[in-house]
């Protein structure tokens, strides 16, 4: 089972957040902290595994994480996940994200969680993983976007037009902080699927 | 039409949306919690608009804010609405909220059930999905009771999008619901064969949980699963499967018997690591459940191992954390062949990853044998002291006490070389494991008799310098080993070499700084260690000498008088009476030594932790039994107790009679003595039965090695315990040469007659002999004690309600309850039925007990009334135990039982009485009904109980009114003017009042704060009373109940 998702940015700002299971929002907060805690003080090249986050835990639960430019993307995990099939998975989510934003940077995080939380939808379930094909889910992804704007429809257009003027003057924030190396394959990976 | 939409839409892009929301906090840095306020404010105003469009965007909003960390269950019934909109757009945002706020305690979680389940037999399959997707994060046992049969009816569904959702989902419906697991367990089998690959691997997901907890239940798809393997190309779907083997190869023996050749297979065939990990880790599990050692597993282990090797050596630090964790499983059981790679492990200890140094000392706490234990702790004392201010060298400190203490101090062979050791550690600063040092000095100290010379000076020695240790506050962990050298030095005071030092060192004024309770250690050994010194004096005729140490306790003792700290008060003031006293008579020069000393006589042995539980209950002892009889209802309460009391009373003053002959008093303590003897709890003191000054330990407990102690105990620059390898393998070096020696007679003896004696011998395990002859005492346990270990289960699992018998064939009453109208099932429901499935559990039974309740309840229907009227006193009971809890407790769960069955029964009263407040005169609960005739109104009625026995009157109830709540209060009376309760109370009558609140808004839950002020009148008097309570509004109470009829 996965206990946890999160993703937040080198500060320790969280960009997503998912319990899977009932934690008060203060709790929450503690666990964000502590996990950015534990993560942020690790070099680069060491391994991705983590014991004893003390909040959400147990001995029985890992932290697995993966750091992409200025994101760590966190899976906290019980010991019946596979350690490097979860590593797969977050390479899974990135790049799905990767696909559906087109280029996908931390910006694209920020302003839309909750499309990130509607792809994440899509593969983990109650903490379970449900897809980890990225054809599929970029497909249902596809499908659900396609009928949102359906029911948008005409009455959707002024509020679209809007939002475009006001996402006119996005582009000034620089965009530098994209997740280019996004391609990373984990080394010794190569046929997993 | 459109039209309209259009103007709505317009009017709407001017709200901030959520991108406009992220954005204004970002541009707020500086007053980030004044924006978000004015933020919530607006979304509340939008939360109040009809546009359904409006409320998903401030729902939307919320949802950003909770990431944040506010708290929005507030919003939920509004969420509600949102999730219950047509259009999927919204019905999307609203359930996202949901999954993120929603949860057992959420009181409006009940109204969803109906919304859920017209969600999940919507013609469009992603409002199903969503609708899957929501439920799975926030389902209750009502839910998952209500809405099971619907989830087990979408696992059959045409599309495998939805069906791989309802297999999932499944999972979670059974932890809720229990009982589902056996009517649902044949589809979720089927699933298991699905076409698509996505649903069967859902399904092999949810089995893998499921068998995870319960295992010996999941035995008999063993040979399923085992055609899956050998077929199955998806990794995902083999890794679990491999790992679900993992779980019950120890369970079934033969299961892994065919494993290994398969798996051996895998290994040598895949690429995929992950997938060579787990194989590895499955073929560990396999050869520790055969532990019997068959000789063609050599081969497996080997290939294990070798593979892990190659883990390990990888450059991918994951890899090499990996390798060292499933090389921590074969130790257990193989310890040989991972001895092997100890260069390696030594290796991974330098790896400047911190995860992985800690793997690797894992596996050293395995590898340690007699001849390798100095070498390795000596390696980690180096890895200490580089690892300054770390928490990971708290690791290693624990690690070194915890590689050294395994299986009773099994490989040490030199106890000196320990204690210094643990001396060195208490050099650490900062270090919060001092308390764990501690333990060991007393443990070894204790356990191992030989030792206590050598630790008593030790110990000296740390007292003498505990300003060190003590001075800076930054080590106040540490200071905790001058609890055990004070106790030491005090225990074994006869080992001292120079105790009127060490008792100097314990009387410093400095002491006074250290904390109470080594404070409290410190005065109790300072007297042992004087009454030994005190003996030591007599003995040798210094009569001057031993009033010299009685006048220095008498001066240094009132410092610890004065402490702050009741227990160091108390034990110097006793102490320093005694030693007045002493004072006295050595003044008058009687010998007082042996009676001093006669305090502190006996030994202290260990006694097992678990001692006390495992004395076994002697035959014809019923601890359930009355010891009275106890007193039966009928008869009048005042005249029995009273004589049961007055008999009791006669039986116990007899022994404490003060005139009692010296016969008897004797006769007595040989009776105590004869019973001390043969209870267990007892502790006896070991072979001398008074420690005496002279009777030093046993002539086996001398060393064999005498110390040398011309060596000094500190040699500069160089760590003591080093001193100590050296000694020791010197040692080693001597013993072996003798052995040669031996061995070289043996030969000559025997040359020529038995030649396969002298194969050639390497320094083994056995040769090497302990420096001291260890008597370890072991824990003491009482006699006959029961080998039982089953004290370790938690009988809170929550899986554990899962562990059912999947094989037993389905009862027609383990069906999943149906939405049916109500006549036709209580024609079907006879009242004798009794579920045929054990439950193991406990919840689940009482769960059934309530269900069946209702369904008679349902049977007849004139009893319905007074039922009804039971519950509600149930119910009012169970609230005030859940407030005060606050978790999900059963009392929660059997209340939500009642009110999550909107369908099959006339809608119970959505609250009921609950505390209000109390004090001794009265208890007042309360309970708040919507107005049906005006909407903005509730009622509160409130019940006063007289619970004195006096006269209640004039009460006044007052509450605080808020913005959006104010009670009614009567025309031209100011909001600060309580409303008088219509009535007086006379004692132990109860009555009710009822008060009227006008509200702004039901969408905000409410506390208002009041008092009720009241007179009590009895024949001393009247006095005044307040009593304060807050009057709790949640957003349910202003629902309005009425009875639906279908």
């Known amino acids: 089972m996965i206990k946890a998702i999160l993703i937040f940015n080198n500060h320790g700002k969280p960009r997503l957040s998912k319990f899977y299971q009932r934690y008060s929002e203060d709790t929450q907060q503690q666990i964000i902290r502590e996990t950015f805690h534990l993560v942020s003080k690790r070099d680069e090249n060491v391994c991705n595994f983590l014991e004893g986050g003390l909040l959400i835990g147990g001995s029985d639960n890992k932290l697995i994480y993966r750091h992409y430019a200025t994101l760590y993307f966190v899976f906290c995990v019980d010991s019946s996940e596979s350690e490097l099939g979860i590593l797969d998975l977050i390479q899974v ?66 509020a679209r037009a809007v939002s475009a003027v006001k996402n006119m003057n996005l582009p000034e924030i620089p965009r530098n902080i994209n997740i280019g190396d996004i391609s990373i394959k984990v080394p010794n990976l190569p046929t997993f699927k | 039409m459109a039209l309209k939409m259009v103007k709505g839409s317009i009017d709407r892009m001017f709200d901030k949306n959520l991108q406009d929301l992220v954005r204004g906090i970002r541009n707020h840095k500086e007053d980030e919690a004044k924006y978000i306020s004015q933020c919530i404010d607006e979304i509340k105003q939008e939360l109040k608009q009809d546009n359904i469009a409006v409320k998903a965007n401030a729902v939307c909003k919320l949802t950003y804010l909770q990431m944040l960390g506010y708290d929005i269950s507030w919003a939920a019934f509004n969420i509600i609405e949102v999730m219950s909109a047509s259009k999927f757009t919204f019905k999307r945002i609203g359930y996202l909220a949901a999954s993120q706020c929603f949860h057992e305690g959420t009181d409006v979680i009940m109204l969803t059930t109906n919304q859920i389940r017209k969600d999940l037999s919507s013609p469009n399959q992603y409002d199903t999905g969503v609708a899957l997707t929501g439920l799975s994060c926030f389902v209750t046992p009502d839910l998952a009771r209500d809405l099971a049969n619907d989830i087990m009816t979408l696992m059959s569904h045409t599309k495998p999008y939805i069906r791989k959702k309802a297999v999932l989902i499944m999972y979670k419906v059974f932890l809720k619901y229990p009982e589902s697991l056996r009517p649902a367990f044949p589809r979720l089998k089927e699933k298991l064969e699905d076409p698509d690959p996505g649903v069967q691997s859902a399904a092999v997901n949810v089995i893998c949980e499921l068998a995870r907890r319960n295992p010996k239940n999941y035995l008999s798809l063993a040979p399923l699963f085992f055609k899956l393997m050998t077929s199955s190309t998806n990794n995902w779907v083999l890794i679990k499967i491999i790992k679900l083997f993992g779980a019950l190869t120890p369970l079934e023996p033969r299961l892994g018997k065919k494993l290994i050749e398969p798996l051996t297979n895998l290994i040598h065939s895949t690429s995929a690591m992950s997938l060579l990990y787990e194989c590895v880790n499955t073929v560990i599990a396999v050869l520790i459940s055969l532990s019997s050692g068959m000789p063609n597993h050599s081969a497996s282990i080997q290939l294990c191992v070798q593979k892990l090797r190659i883990l390990i050596e990888d450059s991918d630090q994951n890899l090499k954390y990996l390798g060292l964790l499933a090389m921590s499983k074969i130790l257990k059981t193989h310890p040989k062949s991972v001895q092997s790679h100890k260069d390696l492990i030594l290796q991974c200890l330098d790896d400047k990853d911190e995860s992985i140094r800690l793997r690797a000392l894992d596996l050293l706490y395995g590898m340690v044998s007699k001849k390798n234990l100095m070498e390795i702790v000596k390696k980690l004392m180096i890895h200490v002291d580089k690892a300054e201010g770390t928490t990971y060298r708290d690791e290693l400190l624990t690690k070194i006490i915890d590689i050294c203490s395994q299986s009773n101090y099994q490989y040490i062979t030199n106890f000196e070389w320990y204690i210094s050791i643990l001396v060195e550690l ?97 005065v109790q050994n300072m007297v042992k260690l004087y009454a030994s010194i005190l003996q030591q ?67 202290l042995n260990p006694v097992a932790p678990k001692a006390q539980k495992k004395v076994p209950v002697p035959e014809g002892l019923d601890l359930d039994a009355w010891i009275n009889e106890p007193p039966s209802d009928s008869e009048s309460e005042d005249e029995k107790p009273k004589t049961i009391f007055h ?124 420096a001291h002859h260890v008597d370890i005492i072991t824990e003491e346990m009482p006699e006959n004690a029961l080998p039982s270990d089953e004290d370790d289960k938690d009988p809170n699992d929550p899986y554990k309600a899962l562990d059912i018998d999947l094989d037993k064939p389905l009862a027609d009453s383990e069906k999943l309850p149906v939405q049916r109208h109500r006549n036709a099932e209580a024609l079907k429901t006879p009242e004798s039925e009794v579920p045929p499935v054990e439950k193991k559990s406990k919840k689940p039974k009482k769960k059934e007990k309530k269900h069946k309740e209702k369904e008679k309840d349902k049977g007849k229907k004139k009893e319905k009334e007074k039922k009804h009227k039971k519950e509600k006193e149930e119910k009012s009971k169970d609230k005030k135990k859940s407030k005060k809890k606050h978790h999900h407790s059963e009392e929660e769960m059997a209340e939500s039982v009642q009110n999550g069955t909107l369908d099959d029964e006339p809608l119970p009263p959505m609250s009921s009485y609950r505390l209000l407040a109390e004090n001794p005169y009265i208890k007042t609960t309360y309970d708040i009904q919507g107005n049906l005739q005006n909407d903005s ?19 006044e109830l007052n509450v605080l009114d808020s913005l959006n709540t104010k009670m009614l209060r009567p025309e031209g009376s100011s909001v600060h003017d309580g409303i008088p309760v219509p009535f007086q109370l006379p004692p132990g009558i109860s009555n009710e009042a ?14 208002l704060k009041g008092t009720l002020s009241f007179i009590v009148k009895n024949d001393e008097g009247s006095t005044h009373e307040k009593l304060d309570f807050k009057l709790h509004f949640s957003c349910a109470s202003y629902l309005i109940t009425t009875p639906c009829y279908r």
Not at chain 2, 546 to 552: C, G, H, R
């Open chain 1, 93 to 158: 989510f990135v790049e799905t994200l990767d696909k559906c934003f087109e280029n996908v940077c931390e910006l694209d995080l920020i302003f839309h969680v909750d499309k990130v939380h509607n792809i994440l939808a899509e593969m983990v379930m109650g903490g379970m993983v449900l897809e980890t094909n990225m054809n599929e889910i970029v497909t249902q992804i596809d499908a659900q976007n396609k009928l949102e704007k359906s029911e948008a429809g005409l009455a959707g257009a002024p």
């Open chain 2, 426 to 522: 208490t050099r650490l600063e900062g270090t919060r494991h001092g308390h764990l040092i501690a333990a060991q000095m007393l443990d070894v100290a204790i356990r191992v008799k030989a030792i206590r010379k050598f630790a008593v000076s030790q110990m000296a020695m740390l007292l003498d310098n505990a300003h060190l240790i003590a001075s800076n506050t930054q080590r106040n962990g540490i200071c905790e080993v001058l609890y055990a050298a004070a106790w030491i030095c005090g225990e074994f005071s006869e080992h001292l070499e120079e105790a009127n030092q060490t008792l100097e060192a314990m009387l410093r004024p400095k002491v006074t700084t250290l904390p109470g309770h080594i404070q409290a250690v410190y």
């Open chain 2, 537 to 603: 004096k007599e003995q040798a005729g210094e009569k001057e000498a031993a009033q010299e140490i009685t006048q220095l306790m008498i001066e240094r003792l009132p410092q610890f008088v004065q402490s702050a700290d009741l227990e160091v008060q108390e034990r110097a003031s006793c102490i320093l009476q005694l030693i007045k006293y002493i004072q006295k008579l050595q003044v008058k020069e009687v010998p007082v030594a042996e009676e001093v000393i006669a305090l502190f006589a006996g030994e």
């Open chain 2, 647 to 770: 008999d009791e009373e006669q039986r116990h003053s007899k022994p404490r009679h003060p005139e009692m002959d010296e016969e008897e008093l004797a006769r007595r303590r040989e009776a105590r003595k004869q019973e001390q003897a043969n209870n267990p709890f007892y502790i006896k003191s070991s072979p001398s039965p008074q420690k005496r000054y002279q009777d030093t330990p046993g002539v086996e407990h001398i060393p064999v090695v005498q110390i040398d102690l011309s060596v000094p105990l500190k040699v500069p620059g160089m760590p003591m315990s080093d001193q100590y390898v050296k000694l020791e393998e010197e040692r080693r070096h001597k013993q072996k040469l003798e052995k040669d020696k031996k061995k070289k007679k043996q030969k000559k003896e025997k040359r020529g007659k038995h030649h396969r004696h002298n194969s050639l011998h390497t320094e083994s395990e056995e040769d090497i002999a302990p």
């Open chain 2, 937 to 955: 109104q509730v009622t509160v009625s409130v019940i006063f109980e007289n619970k004195s026995t006096s006269f209640l009157k004039s009460m």
């Open chain 2, 994 to 1007: 009822q008060f009227v609140f006008t509200l702004q808004s039901i969408v905000m839950a409410q506390k």
